[in-house]
């Protein structure tokens, strides 16, 4: 791994690279997991933010509104030169042995101190997704990283589905988290990349037209 985190840090300029060392001396990179070859992160600071490397691919993302490798993936890439990341692979493997009734109670005890994680164990259908989305708002504890972690769930079950008019319900609801905190970055840049992954995709005219308004009265830059 290490000749490919150098590799990466190719990319950064020294400036950018500073402010991310600094920005892990705060200790500002939180919630580290690996998964195969895709390492996920959140950065903290006047904003969470969601953080992935592809060590295969070595394709870098982050949700801030930075359009360059940004001082939270320096920081990560630091993060990881110094430490080890939870491999769910190792995870998996220390679960097995555990018979049903330990998993039950592990599972239940999670929920009990995380009950906004129990959206993890709804079968998707329709219902449960649209009922997800009418009920998706700004967390109380400040945490939007988990939010945005339910809404890429929601998503992806979306896509699956292609169930276009559940995608434009998504939109609408992300537009009504904008109107009540229109100064977040990454909301912004979530909604801009919903409307483009949408709008690829082959909708009904009427679906089209649904879209072009959205567009049309939020006229964000995407």
């Known amino acids: 791994m290490e000749k490919i985190l150098s590799e990466l840090e190719k990319r950064f300029t020294s400036d950018i690279w500073q402010r991310g060392k600094r920005y892990y001396e705060e200790g500002l990179i939180d919630k ?3 998964s195969g070859d895709v390492i996920t ?5 006047n904003s969470a933010y969601r953080l992935k490397i592809n060590l295969k691919s070595k394709e870098m993302s982050c949700s801030c509104p930075c359009d360059f490798e940004c001082k939270h993936l320096a920081a990560l890439i630091i993060w990881l030169r ?6 769910l692979a190792d995870m998996a493997g220390s679960l097995e042995p555990k018979t049903k009734e330990e998993l039950i109670a592990m599972l239940c ?3 009990r101190n995380k009950p906004e994680l129990m959206v993890y164990t709804q079968v998707l259908n329709n219902a449960a997704i ?3 989305i009418k009920k998706t708002w700004f967390p109380k504890n400040g945490d939007n990283a988990t939010m945005y972690s339910q809404l ?3 998503k992806e079950a979306i896509f699956n589905k292609r169930d276009w008019e559940l995608a434009i319900a998504l939109l609408r609801k992300l537009i009504d988290l904008y109107d009540h905190d229109p100064e977040s970055d990454e ?3 979530y909604i801009d990349t919903l409307l483009y992954e949408v709008s690829k995709q082959k909708l009904a005219k009427q679906q089209k037209e649904e879209i072009r308004q959205i567009i ?7």
């Open 187 to 189: 909301l912004i840049n």
């Open 109 to 111: 005890n999670i929920l």
């Open 130 to 132: 649209s009922d997800l």
């Open 41 to 45: 992160a959140v950065s903290y600071g």
């Open 152 to 154: 890429d769930y929601v």
């Open 216 to 222: 049309k009265e939020y006229p964000f830059d995407f």
């Open 82 to 87: 110094n430490n080890k990341a939870v491999d």
């Open 32 to 34: 580290i997991v690996k």
